[in-house]
Every structure is written in structure tokens, then in C-alpha cells.
């Protein structure tokens, strides 16, 4: 078959083995997957180490089409969701095909875990991780699977927000609403009821087209200066940070700054910045700081639900598919894409 290899010279389409199945496996038909904008960072190691070589990929929506012998949630026909989070408890968390370590940031036990659950969902089969399975029940109708490849990114902004408790009522900003997790996020938030989503971002078309989604979306053009963004971003009650790698954390304190009293702010982005939180101002406004890393198989089915309803219509997203054929043109692609579009690989 073919897939998407990696090794020390790079990544490239390749012609490999089909995988065989083995016991806590599933064998999935790669319907599509989500290509992440920043995706060459990846390769060229920009985000942390890969384990090479490997079949790249961190998640992908899939048709079952076997499944090991110690397998019952999932059987074949059916449509799921591959999360690629493998976790051993304690920490030691994985994404199969990816970068990305749980809190132990790494140890002997992840290192296991990657030499035996190593290869991801670029490719036309994968073979998944039980645990990295989660059906979606209804999903054999759905109009065009490949949209259904921004769930995941749906599903890491949806984990993230529900720290803060329900959004119904409340008023709730997105750091980086231009980029897709942050668009994801503002979709989110508008179809669990947020009173107001203000988007805040730098780009600007991306930003007009978010106004476009519903009257309850302000939008804040960032200008780099923390006091007139956090005058602009609120008062918000929580506050969704899912920028990019930033040069300062200024904008993100931005946020902090533009908490109401008992307000949240939720850290899923690219920052890799300290924050410096001034404890007696942190304590008498009582706020609340989350971080979120990926998702769980209940917020998955939640947004699933939310999809299948019509109550988040993925209409609002941009589609753009690109095949296996041209590794380097389909990056290029993703990297241009942001806002609410999104590169969907359909092998
Ligand atoms: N927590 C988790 O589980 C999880 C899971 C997946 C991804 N992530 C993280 O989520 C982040 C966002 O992902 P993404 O797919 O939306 O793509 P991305 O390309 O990494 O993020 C783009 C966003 O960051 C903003 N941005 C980038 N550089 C900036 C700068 N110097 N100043 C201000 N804003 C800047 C962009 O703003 P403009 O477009 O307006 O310029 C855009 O809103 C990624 O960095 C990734 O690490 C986290």
C-alpha cells in the first residue's frame, strides 16, 4: 500500500507492507485525515522528536475493516474516529504517528510504547491501537466523510473549553481564532450556547470571515500591545488560548488580563513561553489557569452528537483534500491554510 514515510533523509510517499493485525489491533481503511498547518514543522523536527522511521499521522477518520480477537467496541463496518493518544497512566502518554509526549515529557516506559504502536494514518490502512478507537455511531451517512476530519481538532478545542465549566450564557474569547484550532474553538463555543465569542487574531480576512458565522462573533484584531488587547478582548469569563509558537507571551497575558472576576483561562496553543501570574492579583480575582492536551473518548462522542445534529454544521468549513501522491505540495498547501479552512489527506 502506500503511505507517507519518515526517516533521517525526510518524508516521502512510499510503497509499503500492508499492516497485518495483531492482538489489541484494528485494521482501519484511511477514509481521510487532517493535515495540521504546521505539519512541516513536524518533520523537520521542529516539534520534538519523531520516533524513526515511521508512517506519519496523528489521527484519521477510518472504516473498520478488522479487528484482533480481544477487540468489542468497535467491529467491522464501522466508521470511527483513530485519536492516536495512547496513554499508560501516570504521564506516560503517546501520540501514534506524531510528536507530542504526555506530562512525563518522555522515559523508558513512552519509548516502549512507540516501538510497538509506532505507525499513523497517512497511508491508505492503518493498523490502530484499540484504545486510540472511537465509533461514530451514524457517521456511514454523513454527507462527505472527509469533513469529518476537523473533528479532531474540534475535539482537542471542545476538551479544552470544558475545563471552564458550560459556556451557555457565558462570554468566551479565542486566542488565535484565525488558525484552525482557534476556528474550530469559535464553532464550539457558538454551538454550546456562548453568549458572545470574541475571535482575536492578526489576520484579518480570516477574522471578517468568523464575523460571518453568527452576531454573536466580536472580533479583535491583535496589535501586539497587551493593554489595548486585553481592553478590546474583554471582559470575558474564559478565555481559550490556541495561538501559534509566539514570539512573547503577550498576547496571551492579554487574555489573562481580560478575565472577569472567577474567569478561566484554557492554554492549548503552540505557546512555549513562561507566564508571569502576579499571585495576590491571581488570587483576589479568582481566577482560574487550565492547561488541555488532546481529548477523551467522551468529548469525542459529544461533539460527534453535536455534528450528526446539525447542531455544529461543518458547512461553515472550508474543505480542501489533497491526495498521497505529492508529499511536499499537500505541506505547502497546509501551511498556507488557516481560519476555517483545512486540508483533509484522502489517500
Ligand atoms: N493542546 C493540544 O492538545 C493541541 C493539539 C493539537 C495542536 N495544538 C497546538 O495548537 C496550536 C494551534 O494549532 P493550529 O492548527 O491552529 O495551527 P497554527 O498554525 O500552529 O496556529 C496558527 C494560529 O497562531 C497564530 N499565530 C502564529 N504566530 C503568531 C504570532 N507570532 N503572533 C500572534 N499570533 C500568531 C495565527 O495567527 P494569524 O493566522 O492571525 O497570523 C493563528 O491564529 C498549534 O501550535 C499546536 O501546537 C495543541
Known amino acids: 500500500m502506500r503511505a507517507w514515510t519518515v526517516d533521517a533523509e525526510g518524508l516521502r510517499l512510499s510503497e509499503v507492507p500492508e499492516p497485518a493485525l495483531r492482538g489489541g489491533g484494528v485494521i482501519v481503511e484511511v477514509l481521510a485525515s487532517h493535515l495540521p498547518a504546521y505539519t512541516k514543522a513536524v518533520v523537520t523536527g521542529g516539534r520534538g522528536g519523531l520516533p ?35 496513554n499508560a497512566g501516570d504521564g506516560d502518554e503517546i501520540l501514534v504517528g506524531w510528536v507530542g509526549l504526555g506530562a512525563s515529557g518522555g522515559n523508558e516506559r513512552t519509548d516502549r510504547m512507540r516501538e510497538v504502536w509506532r505507525n499513523g494514518a497517512f497511508a491508505e490502512k492503518a493498523l490502530c491501537a484499540k484504545e486510540t478507537m472511537v465509533k461514530l455511531p451514524g457517521a456511514e451517512d454523513y454527507p462527505d466523510p472527509a469533513r469529518l476530519a476537523f473533528l479532531p481538532w474540534l ?81 470575558v469569563d474564559v478565555a481559550l488560548d490556541a495561538l501559534g509558537a509566539t514570539p512573547t507571551a503577550d498576547a496571551t497575558m492579554a487574555a489573562y488580563d481580560s478575565l472577569r472576576v472567577r474567569g478561566t483561562l484554557v492554554l492549548v496553543g503552540g505557546v512555549r513561553q513562561d507566564l508571569t501570574i502576579p499571585y495576590g492579583e491571581f488570587m483576589h480575582r479568582r481566577l482560574t489557569l487550565r492547561g488541555s492536551w488532546m481529548s477523551d473518548d467522551e468529548t469525542v462522542r459529544t461533539v460527534w452528537n453535536l455534528v450528526r445534529s446539525g447542531v455544529l454544521d461543518l458547512s461553515a468549513v472550508e474543505l480542501l483534500k489533497t491526495g498521497l501522491t505529492d508529499p511536499d505540495s499537500a505541506l505547502d498547501l497546509a501551511e498556507r491554510t488557516s481560519g476555517l479552512s483545512f486540508v483533509a489527506l484522502v489517500p
Open 155 to 235: 475535539c482537542v478545542a471542545a476538551a479544552g473549553l470544558h475545563t471552564a465549566g458550560p459556556l451557555a450564557g457565558r462570554d468566551v474569547a479565542v486566542l488565535g481564532a484565525t488558525g484552525q484550532m482557534g476556528g474550530a474553538a469559535v464553532l464550539l463555543a457558538l454551538a454550546e450556547g456562548a453568549a458572545t465569542v470574541t475571535a482575536v487574531g492578526r489576520n484579518q480576512a480570516a477574522l471578517d470571515r468568523l464575523a460571518e458565522l453568527d452576531s454573536r462573533v466580536r472580533t479583535h484584531q491583535l496589535t501586539g500591545d497587551r493593554a489595548t488587547d486585553a481592553a478590546a478582548i474583554g471582559p
Open 52 to 86: 524513526l522511521p515511521l508512517i506519519l499521522g496523528p489521527s484519521c477518520i477510518g472504516r473498520v475493516t478488522a479487528v484482533a480477537p480481544d477487540v468489542f467496541h468497535v467491529a467491522p463496518g464501522d466508521l470511527v474516529l483513530d485519536t492516536a493518544l495512547l
